[in-house]
């Protein structure tokens, strides 16, 4: 599977600057609006920006909602949900209680089998069976859209990478790929650890998303060991906090990054029109297109035929 060059983040949706605290209150109180989040995303789209890297903050599933009720909108999107959204779990059982949390997030195959499995995997310690209940529950969100990549979130990855638990890497890996047909990535503060610990786990050449930047901004290792593991091609990095928050200007930023091969991807947020057209346009200048032409033409036929399709049963049942 091709990646596009450059990936549209969410950060900016629910009030998340590294930098500035003061912004982020700002951010979080203009993106109340559902509405405002989509003119974004429009602006996105229109520059020529196809894949959506989100978390599953319970503000996306509007917009998993806005892109099935009219697929014309964003024929060509595509999404690179990461999960668990961590904050999401803690407020349903304080808003709603334990029973309550479990029938809001448990998938559409019946309440029963899904706290049967989930028991039985607490009562065997099945980390397998546990591992699998979050991930459906998770993706209930994004059914009917496309979804190539699935990632676990740092704040996962990071713990089980610390207690040395790779096997629960190679379990989401496998379910990921058997139940949705997508690619398992794995976003993490320490790729040069990660990296190893999926190789131990025997994920080969696995989708990594972390921190790479020039200037080291949150890169958990140093930046010359990121680089080793990147110059040997041991994994397809998606490099996010490029812009290190601000403090790295983005031609700058962009400029260096292209210079690493084994980046496949770079992922950004922004609030305005003009902040995405000024990246896009950078990111064309080094890379040539920011977004696979072919595997999109392929994905709008699919959404034109579907859209035929429907208008093909209105006619029929107007006929009736």
């Known amino acids: 599977m091709t990646m596009d060059r450059l990936l549209f983040g969410d950060n900016q949706f629910f009030g998340i600057n590294h930098m500035s605290e003061q912004k982020a209150r700002a951010q979080a109180m203009r993106f109340q609006d559902i509405e405002v989040v989509l003119e974004v995303l429009d602006a996105a789209y229109e520059a020529g920006l196809r894949t959506f890297m989100c978390t599953t903050h319970e503000r996306i599933a509007e917009i998993c909602d806005a892109a099935r009720l009219r697929p014309e909108r964003y024929p060509e999107l595509v999404f690179f949900p990461g999960m668990p959204y961590a ?27 899904s706290v049967v499995r989930g028991g039985r995997s607490l009562a065997r310690k099945d980390v397998e069976g546990l591992i699998t209940l979050l991930v459906d529950a998770e993706m209930r969100m994004f059914e009917g859209l496309p979804t190539p990549v699935v990632f676990l979130q740092n704040v996962v990855v990071d713990l089980l990478l610390g207690l040395e638990f790779t096997e629960a ?5 496998r379910h990921v790929r058997e139940r949705y047909g997508a690619e398992p990535g794995f976003i993490t503060m320490n790729l040069p650890s990660l990296v190893q610990a999926l190789e131990d786990a025997g994920i080969e050449e696995p989708v990594v998303c972390a921190n790479i930047n020039k200037i080291g901004f949150r890169m958990s290792g140093g930046i010359d ?3 080793d593991v990147l110059e040997q091609h041991r994994c397809r990095a998606i490099a996010m906090s490029v812009f ?17 091969p084994a980046v496949e991807s770079v992922v950004f947020g922004a609030s305005s029109t003009a902040h995405i057209e000024s990246t896009v346009r950078i990111a064309r200048e ?3 297109q920011v977004s696979d032409p072919v595997r999109n033409a392929r994905r709008n036929g699919s959404v034109l035929d579907m859209r035929h399709h429907q208008l093909g049963l209105a006619s029929l049942m107007g006929d009736e």
């Open 87 to 113: 904050h999401k779990y803690a407020n349903a059982v304080t808003e709603r209680g334990m029973v309550g949390a479990v029938r809001q997030f448990v998938p559409d195959e019946g309440i029963l089998s």
């Open 244 to 260: 290190a928050s601000g403090a790295i200007p983005p031609r700058e930023a962009l400029e260096w990054i292209a210079d690493i």
């Open 169 to 173: 890497f190679a379990v989401f890996a």
């Open 225 to 227: 060991a990121y680089l």
């Open 286 to 288: 080094l890379w040539g």
